[in-house]
């Protein structure tokens, strides 16, 4: 994931180095797969992110019970 002042994210390192902040054991290939996976969540949250918005439109309503 991207922004315009920011360098790709390296989610193999994101995940080596939270692992053990986290104090996970994740072997090699479990630590590639949580990658991959915020990989393709990142993806999906960008198209979200590069939405045009104008300056009329509104936020959506807060729901109260």
């Known amino acids: 994931m991207t922004s315009p002042a920011s360098e790709p994210m390296h989610w193999p390192a994101y ?3 939270m692992a053990e902040v986290h104090g996970l054991a994740l072997t090699p290939a479990r630590q590639a797969e949580v990658a ?4 393709r969540i990142a993806a999906l949250a960008q198209v979200l992110l590069d939405y045009p918005l104008d ?5 959506a309503p807060v729901f109260v019970p």
Not at 36 to 39: D, R
Not at 55 to 59: K, L, P, R, V
């Open 36 to 39: 991959l996976q915020l990989q």
């Open 15 to 17: 995940v080596a180095v």
């Open 55 to 59: 300056a009329q439109d509104e936020s």
